[in-house]
């Protein structure tokens, strides 16, 4: 396991690549992917069958930019990075929590909600998260979404006048290039009905040398797009993060978060604070703090529901309002995202409502009548 020496070794290593070579998919190219290479940056330290089945069960892949953000073993971008034999030890999880293949009317299209539908159009990341909620299908060279599935669901939407936001998302849809993600652009603004796009993506935290100005420069042409970013961990936001979300930003993307509450990770609430704050600084409105999915192979990471509470609560109030992100519960069964709060009134009846605020002082207001 690396010790100081050989974290700085691991970036000596890479520096010259992280710093000059512009080209993501060079980067990409010489992810970490294999049992092999993890023994390597581990020194041999590792149980190589045991993670070779993981691997095996559950794509790895630690991109070199990602991986020089690991400051010591166990740190908060290792477990989110490095499989675990736990992975393989989780009997009580589900494939697909959110049974988003059964609310699927073609294959890679989620109609859940009234008015909005989840795209999958790419099964690639920059880095697989260990505790994915699609951990069944990322990474899997055979369920790769073809041009065929994503034109199915682009027929679907077109069928469906009612569907007036539509979520790309996979997998990341920025690992595809920049003409076919265009493509899939041009096809959804071509519709009359669809009224907003949004992105779903992990690259500006996990790989922002993928936000290139011509990125940038095609994104614009398909306003109005939203993309909320997967930001974990204030460990995350480097320069090179920062500079990609400006990019993003300054091609006229409102830019908002995602952060799954994970156990050993940001369970903590000075943790997501200093997180949410972070965000806000580089133009990225947090959104939402998910309660870990009951996805199988990731009980390890899973928190109480009250860790999350308590972390609101230390947030709301206490610092600006904008920093606030919803706290939700993706419900199993495929209910949808549920928002969990703190409580805040003490007491209510038809003439006045006992209320709260963040610091525990009460106060009262009366009923109109
Ligand atoms: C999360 C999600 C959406 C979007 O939900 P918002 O609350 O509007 O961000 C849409 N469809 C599915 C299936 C989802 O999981
Ligand atoms: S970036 Fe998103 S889709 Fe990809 S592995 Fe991480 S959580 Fe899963």
Not at 264 to 290: A, C, E, H, S, T
Request: charged content about 30%; some cysteine; aromatic content about 8%.
């Amino acid at each position: 396991m690396p010790g100081q020496q050989e974290e700085t070794l691991i970036k000596k290593k890479y520096a010259k690549e992280i710093e000059q070579v512009e080209l993501w998919e060079e980067l990409l190219r010489k992810s970490i992917v294999d049992e092999g290479q993890l023994d390597a940056i581990c020194k041999g330290n590792i149980d190589k069958e045991k993670l070779k089945a993981v691997i095996k069960k559950y794509p790895m892949r630690i991109n070199p930019y990602y991986l020089s953000l690991v400051k010591k073993k166990d740190d908060a971008i290792w477990k989110q990075c490095i499989p675990d034999v736990r992975e393989l030890d989780d009997p009580k999880g589900f494939e697909d929590p959110l049974c988003e293949e059964r609310d699927s009317p073609v294959p890679g299209l989620t109609h859940r909600y009234p008015d909005r539908v989840l795209l999958l159009v790419c099964n690639q990341c920059a880095m697989y998260c260990r505790f994915c909620t699609r951990k069944r299908k990322v990474g899997d060279p055979f369920k790769r979404i073809t041009r065929a599935q994503i034109l199915r669901g682009i027929e679907y939407i077109k069928g469906h006048p009612e569907v007036r936001d539509v979520l790309l998302s996979g997998g990341d849809p920025f690992l595809l290039s920049d003409s076919y993600l265009e493509w899939i652009l041009k096809e959804l603004r071509s519709i009359p009905h669809v009224e907003i796009i949004r992105i779903g993506t992990r690259v500006p935290c996990a790989l922002p040398h993928r936000v290139t100005p011509e990125l940038c420069n095609m994104l614009k042409k398909y306003h109005p797009l939203y993309v909320n970013i997967h930001f974990a961990h204030p460990d995350e936001i480097t320069e090179l993060s920062e500079s990609a979300c400006n990019m993003l930003s300054d091609a006229g993307i409102l830019l908002s978060s995602q952060t799954v509450l994970l156990r050993g990770v940001n369970d903590d609430p000075k943790v997501m604070k200093d997180l949410m704050q972070k965000l806000l600084k580089i133009r990225v409105r947090p959104y939402y703090i998910y309660q870990a999915d009951m996805t199988m192979g990731i009980n390890h990471f899973r928190t109480k529901v009250e860790k999350g509470i308590e972390i609101i609560e230390k947030i709301q109030g206490w610092t600006s309002g904008l920093c606030v992100p919803h706290f939700v519960i993706d419900s199993p069964g495929g209910g949808g995202k549920i928002p969990i709060l703190p409580n805040f009134i003490v007491s209510r009846d038809d003439k006045k409502i006992v209320l709260r605020n963040y610091s525990g002082k009460t106060y009262t207001y009366e009923e109109h009548c």
